[in-house]
């Protein structure tokens, strides 16, 4: 995590208890919370009443200071930009050590049953602590999920459910690639993708994305096309069309607005690379994924 993602964190307010508009179920829970007294703080988790029937996850993650993780006799140090998976009930502690001033994190408490067990699964398949990279994609879905419960900016119970549906999915990919790691294919796509998804309000030029791996234009060109099969531009206007499409359906926004948060010049603009790729116009696209 980077200065900025954790200022941001710690500036959103927790909704009142009286706040008109929807309120979370009991799948998601969120808070942040600053500890400075070891002795008053140590999570154990086979001494927290979890049903083994009815597991829950705590997922935790240091903006300051540092505190620790303990499971299977071995005690990882959790760092600033360090998150934990910790499923309840298990064997396995986190607590302020002795050694650390404090330890300030913000933390979401999951118990939807489906998402429980995906991220259970994961946890099996890679050790439960983990580095959040700040342009990682394991990063953003924590934070998002965190804000709107924590918010409750939600509109209702579909939309909570489903930004925690891919949240477990961004987890088992990201446990996925642990095991198996990407090809050079995988690899050159995603740190492209990556890119054009933190830029997506700009034009995301090729000569930028030769820089970044220390090309001239035309070899970049070349290499990406190689590898891929798939020209450099050609797989820009992809990522932004998909984006384009999520915006599409999981949210009402005008073209206008559309084009302006993909980067495109506008909505004609949008209009017209869109139906030369998936030979609809966004509108028409819309209603027959609606309907």
């Known amino acids: 995590m980077n200065a900025e993602q954790v200022s941001r964190i710690l500036r959103i307010k927790p909704a009142a208890d009286d706040q008109p508009g929807y309120h979370p179920t009991d799948y998601v829970m969120a808070g942040v919370e600053t500890r400075t007294d070891p002795s008053d703080y ?13 597991p829950f996850v705590v997922v935790q993650c240091t903006l300051d200071g540092w505190g620790a993780f303990e499971a299977g006799g071995e005690v990882i140090r959790v760092n ?3 998150a934990f998976f910790a499923v309840v009930p298990t064997d396995h502690a986190y607590y302020l050590p002795r050694e650390s001033a404090s330890w300030t994190f913000f933390y979401l408490i999951i118990r939807h049953p489906y998402v429980v067990s995906r991220l259970t699964r994961s946890v099996q398949m890679v050790w439960a602590v983990h580095t959040m990279h700040a342009d990682g994609p394991l990063l953003p879905r924590l934070t998002h999920l965190f804000e ?3 918010a409750r900016s939600f509109r209702d119970e579909f939309e909570e459910e489903e930004t925690l549906l891919d949240f477990a999915v961004e987890v088992d990919r990201y446990a996925h690639h642990l095991i198996y790691p990407r ?35 035309s070899h970049f060109a070349h290499h990406f096309k190689g590898v891929t099969g798939v ?4 797989f820009v206007r992809q990522v932004k069309l998909q984006e384009v499409i999520r915006l599409l359906l999981r949210s009402d926004m005008k073209l206008d607005a559309i084009a302006a948060a993909t980067g495109f010049a506008g909505a004609t603009d949008l209009c017209k690379v869109f139906k030369r790729h998936y030979r609809s116009t966004p509108t028409a696209y819309r209603k027959q994924m609606q309907s």
């Open 148 to 150: 709107a419960v924590y």
């Open 183 to 217: 090809s050079p294919r995988e690899e050159l796509m995603n740190q492209v993708r990556s890119h054009v998804l933190r830029h997506v309000t700009e034009v995301v030029e090729v000569s930028e994305l030769a820089r970044q791996h220390g090309m001239t234009r």
């Open 42 to 54: 140590r999570r154990d988790g086979m001494k927290r009443g979890g049903d083994p029937a009815y």
């Open 231 to 234: 020209s450099p531009a050609a």
């Open 80 to 82: 600033p930009g360090t």
